[in-house]
């Protein structure tokens, strides 16, 4: 049986218990699609084996999260019964036009009616039984504070660029409203977990209501397939940075494979928001946004949604639509109709559009008794003072505007401020020379799409309106600049809704244009809206899930972090933790051993003020270099000087200086150059070119070296530094074309280096040079935490293959940090890096005193 009747305690959130999901109570066979990846290192919750669901056949769902269900709901007050039925304008419901006909589509969400605690189970029945609907019931005072608080009072508002500059003008932030959004999200994802089957199933969850339920579907599901599109606007960083829980809700949504958004505008404001609030880059990857985020990729889609065009043609078939396009018709008596239809809220713009009207009708007198908008006033949302002030400031703007150039027969502006039907909604779109959505900010907004597809028609409304069948048709449509579906109207008027007389120019021109010009925009719209429908939008989006999750079984998975912090880390199977007790192991039964050491975030922390080595770390290097069977070297994009000085106390330990341009092998040597071209011609071509971008790039700097120019950014902003960064690489790459360098951008730098110049050359070299002198090596350890530490990893790797070598070395390749790397093996940190080779060290330290003492006792016995 379904659990019905979910909530969570306070006490439970604040304790972050939340987080800690119950066992289930059935169990359905685990399906390993890729043997062997799946191992107990994963972690107990990687198991994904428990939980409930309707049968333990394998079948594939699209399992569907919005915060309210496609679904009509009704009491029948005197039977005590409910009845229901689907919501056919339901985008949720629209969208499985794009599935395929054996596609199991489960909806998970709310109703938009109370039902009593003591009906939820029988309710909860029926709507899976009929509907594929599984509801969630929110407690009355956690829906109010969820919804009407936290997402309509916070996240709408903010995300339509509005600031609660002062308590009168918007709600500052309410923690407790915070935690009864984390409380609801929660209770949607204990209703998904009651129908998934995490090794087939896909979740999609929809918009800003649900912002952080990825986090709670991925704790529980390392591997799940899912899914987000965003249906608002996305803000820019200024504005979503003013958010205090801004980290939370960000780390919440990359837990998701897949993050859809209506414009490249709003991607574009969530992937600077990723830059400059957690540090990450993102890539194009054919085509394809993403986002490296711990070893997974996090895919970026920019898909505006699209319309049920059958739906419209068939409230255009309905009788109903064809009787009220006669009674508008005569109505109006052959005037000019321009169409809008809005929600009432601060954000449409109505009353903006009103006085655009009130422009137009002033600067062409000959318009007057002429035009009529005709405003259909949708429902509002969400209450409070904003609202109720839009809608005084749209009627007394009506009113003023009819009183002064209406006249008996004639109203300019006509409010329809009431519930209209779909089928008189589509008779007036039907109707109308043009459509104006004058909003100032606005998700996507699909009353153009639908205006479009009115206009062309079909054959009953042809004959309502006594109109040839396949004769041409035209529409015009004037859109604000902030809409969502404005980019892809490119024969539609664009507008800024603040600036009134442009708006009444845009309407002007809107009416008088040619008819062969309305014809030619209305043509090319229509070819867009009618193939890029709903069905497309939602095909296209499952497409891009699936490419998204194709790799999910093919590494191993850990969670780490706590709370909303919660993450994946995702890596290659063969990726583990290197054990000092298997080092050590290895490194006593060798005896000619290569040891290559990283120094800044190897040896010494990052963030460490000190950047000298510890007396500790000067130690430990000078017992392994005490041990003759060892070659160890520091290999650092330091310069020579620095690591001299550094290491003056370490008679044997070879240098490499400058990622290796510079080598020394021990303290009695002389620093050598690798062999590659001298002429340092090339640093009085690119320094000026880096110094240009620098005094143009506040907080950069160029740091010399002898071998290299090196541009860091890392204190700059981080758009702008990145936006140099890739202008000044391509600037270099031009002007040092015919030069021996090579321009490489790396982590928050663009450095200009001789060419040859690598950590892998030197590693390559280093052993090269011990197999010369007939000491080929057999164990080979190599440490680093960077970019250019993956050269290194890349060249001991390959030597394990070469034919020279009479037995293929043991080889560590070690990576500081967990996250992707060509190392097989990874460290935490600086602190464990020390604390292996101290392990080291004591091996080498404990078999010199075991020789001793065996040739000490020879000596007495003889």
């Given at each position: ?304 949604v699209g319309i049920h065009v059958g739906r419209l043609q068939s409230a255009l078939n309905h009788p109903s639509s064809s009787t009220k396009v006669k009674e508008i018709v005569e ?532």
């Amino acid at each position: 049986m379904m659990v019905s009747r979910s909530s969570i305690s306070l006490l439970d959130l604040a304790s972050g218990d939340m987080f800690n999901f119950p066992q289930s109570h059935r169990k359905i066979h685990r399906v390993i699609t890729v043997p062997e990846i799946i191992s107990k290192v994963d972690g107990s919750r990687i198991n994904d084996g428990d939980f409930d669901a309707r049968s333990s056949e394998s079948c594939e769902k699209k399992i569907i999260v919005a915060n309210f269900l496609p679904l009509h709901a009704q009491k029948d007050m005197k039977s005590g019964r409910w009845s229901f039925h689907f919501d056919e304008d339901s985008l949720l419901l629209q969208m499985k036009d794009g599935f395929s006909s054996d596609t199991d589509v489960v909806y998970v969400g709310s109703l938009k009616v109370d039902v009593d605690s003591s009906e939820q189970d029988e309710v909860s029945r029926r709507l899976l039984e009929e509907f594929n609907c599984v509801p969630t019931f929110l407690p009355p005072e956690l829906q109010k504070k969820f919804y009407h608080g936290f997402c309509k009072q916070h996240l709408w508002s903010l995300f339509h660029y509005m600031l609660p500059m002062c308590p009168d003008y918007g709600n500052r932030f309410d923690r407790l409203l915070w935690q009864a959004y984390l409380s609801a999200n929660k209770i949607f994802a204990d209703k998904v977990m009651e129908v998934i089957n995490p090794e087939e199933d896909y979740v999609w969850v929809h918009d800003y209501h649900l912002m952080v339920l990825p986090t709670f579907l991925r704790k529980r599901f390392y591997r799940i397939k899912l899914g987000f599109f965003l249906h608002s606007p996305f803000p820019s960083s200024e504005i979503y940075g003013t958010l205090p829980v801004r980290d939370e809700i960000l780390k919440a949504l990359l837990n998701a494979d897949l993050i859809g958004f209506h414009t490249f505008d709003y991607a574009r404001h969530f992937l600077s928001c990723c830059r400059r609030m957690l540090g990450l880059d993102y890539e194009s990857k054919r085509g394809h946004i993403g986002l490296d985020y711990f070893g997974r990729t996090v895919y970026v889609k920019i898909l505006p949604v699209g319309i049920h065009v059958g739906r419209l043609q068939s409230a255009l078939n309905h009788p109903s639509s064809s009787t009220k396009v006669k009674e508008i018709v005569e109505q109006f008596n052959g005037k000019k109709l321009i169409v809008g239809v809005d929600d009432m809220d601060i954000f449409k713009g109505i009353s903006l559009k009103v006085l655009a009207m009130e422009q137009l009708l002033q600067q062409h007198t000959e318009l007057r008794g002429k035009i009529v908008l005709v405003q259909i006033v949708n429902p509002a949302r969400s209450a409070g003072k904003d609202v109720e002030e839009a809608k005084r400031e749209t009627y007394e703007s009506t009113k003023r505007i009819n009183d002064i150039f209406g006249f008996p027969g004639y109203e300019p502006v006509v409010l329809i401020d009431r519930r209209v039907p779909f089928y008189e909604k589509t008779a007036y779109y039907a109707l109308a020379e043009c459509c104006i959505v004058n909003a100032v900010r606005d998700g996507m907004n699909l009353v153009p799409y639908k205006y479009i597809v009115c206009r062309q028609g079909t054959s009953k409304m042809d004959e309502a309106l006594q109109i040839a069948s396949g004769s041409p048709r035209t529409s015009m449509l004037v859109v604000s600049e902030f809409i969502g579906c404005s980019p892809s109207l490119s024969g539609a008027i664009r507008v800024n809704p603040w600036d009134i007389d442009a708006v009444a120019d845009a309407l002007n021109m809107a009416i008088t244009l040619p008819d062969m010009e309305k014809q030619l925009r209305h043509e090319k719209h229509y070819r867009y809206v009618s193939s890029h429908d709903v069905a497309y939008w939602a095909r296209s989006f499952v497409q891009d899930l699936e490419r998204a999750c194709k790799e999910h079984y093919s590494k191993r998975c850990w969670g780490i972090g706590f709370g909303l912090s919660f993450r994946i880390l995702s890596l290659s199977p063969s990726f583990r933790k290197l054990s000092i007790d298997h080092i050590v192991s290895a490194y006593k039964r060798t005896c000619r051993r290569a040891i290559f050491l990283d120094y800044d975030g190897t040896l010494v922390p990052h963030a460490s003020i000190i950047k000298s080595p510890s007396p500790e770390v000067i130690s430990v290097l000078n017992n392994l270099c005490s041990d003759s069977k060892n070659t160890v070297f520091i290999v650092s994009g330091r310069g020579r000087n620095s690591l001299s000085d550094w290491f003056a106390q370490c008679e044997n330990l070879g240098l490499a200086a400058e990622h290796g341009y510079f080598i020394r092998w021990s303290r009695m040597f002389d620093w050598e150059t690798i062999p590659v071209g001298a002429d340092f011609g090339w640093k009085r071509i690119a320094e000026p070119v880096m110094k240009l971008y620098m005094e143009a790039t506040d907080g950069s700097y160029i740091e010399p070296k002898e071998s290299a120019l090196v541009w860091h950014h890392q204190d700059a902003d981080p758009d702008f530094g990145s936006c140099q960064a890739k202008e000044m690489l391509d600037h270099l790459e031009n002007v040092l074309a015919n030069e021996p360098v090579v321009v490489k951008r790396g982590q928050q730098i663009v450095e200009v280096k001789a060419q040859g110049v690598t950590k892998g050359f030197v590693a390559e070299k280093i052993i090269s040079t011990m197999i010369s002198n007939g000491k080929p090596p057999d164990f080979v350890l190599c440490i680093g935490d960077d970019r250019s530490d993956e050269d290194m990893f890349e060249s001991i790797s390959n030597t394990a293959y070469r034919s020279t070598l009479p037995v293929p070395p043991e080889i560590f390749a070690c990576t500081v940090g967990q996250k992707p790397s060509k190392a097989r093996y990874y460290l935490d940190d600086t602190v464990d890096v020390l604390t292996l080779l101290q392990g080291l060290a004591a091996a080498s330290s404990s078999k010199s005193r075991s020789n001793t003492e065996t040739q000490v006792s020879f000596e007495n016995s003889v």
